[in-house]
């Protein structure tokens, strides 16, 4: 197996502002391999950004180490030196590993087109060769009749198309977007994702996608950590995690993005849930894959006489892979449930019991 492009291990950073201590990551260990669309979520203070800049060591570690395409750039144990590359070496990785930001970092005085040809300044190429490179990024990112204007003159996801084809001029093989889309409107948000994933698909360019929108992660990304105060609480597939979410805050990331949050909130305060009948359960289920092949409700009553009310139900496609999710009254004979229960986990659907007997 190769190496991953991007392996982090055991990274500590720790801030000190005025004698106070924050720790800003703790003990996090990713490894993101070539060609992955890997999402790091959380709130915002979660340490996200402060992780990222590690990869290129805008900030480097407290503790750790650091490692990009099998070469150790940065490691540090605790009471030993850091053992870190040159400067000069920092400097050429720092070239292949592209960023944007939600604030787009243009220069308001230069044009598009100088914006982009800015970021080939150190390149040794002639003038020509560089304006036809970023007449070409520009194409690729559908703005070749903006070249001549100014950032002011154009919309946020334009400003952010400009800065991908700024981030792409040195052809790096990593790409960090660090919440790139947090300032842009849903429909702009999806194009800006949609043309990330081109770039993935194309290009194999691997992109490190940090975001505070589990929606984002659903859309593009294969793998996903998710962070809270530091440290990754889980991490996985995309689908894994969407499957089978172990932390709280993955699960309530996931239920704002599915909007499941809404119609939980408003199927709880119903009349039917409130006075629901002693005996009764209201349940979340959670299905992918080969499950949804199964007539699952059905088995549920013939096998165990347990009837079924579906109140809502969604299904997402993640990495060509359908994610269901029914909200459900389940009722019958108190005794079967346990066997009902077990029958769903052992076809891999998660249960999450809402309100009722065991819940
Ligand atoms: N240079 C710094 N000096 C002191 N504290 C810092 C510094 N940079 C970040 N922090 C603190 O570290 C913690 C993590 O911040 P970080 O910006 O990495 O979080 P984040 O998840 O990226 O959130 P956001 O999306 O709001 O930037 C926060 O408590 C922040 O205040």
Do not use: C, W
């Not at 570690?61 to 040159?86: D, L």
């Not at 009749?145 to 084809?165: E, F, H, T």
């Not at 793998?223 to 969407?242: C, H, P, W």
């Amino acid at each position: 197996m190769t190496a991953p492009i991007i392996s982090l291990k055991n990274i500590d950073v720790t801030f000190t502002p005025k004698g106070k201590t924050i720790h800003a990551v703790q003990d996090v260990s990713i490894d993101v391999e070539k060609g992955d669309i890997y999402g790091i979520v959380g709130y915002s203070g979660a340490g996200k950004s402060t992780l990222v800049r590690t990869v290129n060591l805008l900030q480097e570690p407290t503790t750790g180490s650091v490692t990009i395409n099998g070469e150790t750039i940065f490691k540090k144990e605790a009471r030993t030196a850091a053992q870190k590359i040159t400067g000069h070496e920092l400097k050429e990785k720092r070239r292949k590993i592209g960023m944007i930001f939600q604030h787009f970092n243009l220069l308001n005085e230069r044009t598009v087109e100088d914006n982009v040809l800015f970021a080939l300044e150190n390149s040794k190429e002639k003038e020509a060769v560089k304006k036809g490179k970023v007449a070409k990024l520009l194409e690729l990112v559908d703005l070749s009749d903006r070249a001549k204007q100014y950032p002011s003159q154009l919309s946020g996801g334009q400003k952010q198309r400009v800065a991908i084809a700024r981030a792409l001029a040195n052809d790096p093989e990593i790409l960090i977007s660090d919440e790139a889309t947090s300032a842009l409107d849903p429909k702009t948000t999806r194009q800006i994702l949609a043309l990330l994933k081109k770039l993935n698909d194309e290009y194999n360019l691997t992109v490190l996608l940090i975001t505070h929108e589990m929606d984002a992660v659903k859309e593009i990304a294969d793998k996903v950590a998710v962070m809270q105060n530091g440290r990754v609480l889980e991490k996985g597939s995309t689908l894994d995690i969407f499957t089978n979410p172990q932390a709280e805050l993955t699960k309530e990331f996931i239920a704002t993005a599915t909007n499941q949050d809404q119609a939980i909130a408003t199927i709880t305060a119903s009349d039917t849930i409130k006075n629901l009948p002693e005996g009764q359960v209201f349940a979340q289920l959670t299905y992918s894959g080969n499950s949804t092949n199964e007539p699952l409700i059905t088995s549920l009553y013939q096998h165990f006489g347990i009837v079924a009310n579906i109140l809502y139900g969604n299904v997402e496609v993640l990495q060509g892979t359908e994610v269901g999710s029914l909200l459900v009254i389940l009722s019958g004979e108190q005794d079967n449930f346990e066997d009902a229960l077990d029958f769903l986990a052992a076809r891999s659907v998660s249960v999450n019991i809402l309100k009722g007997e065991q819940a």
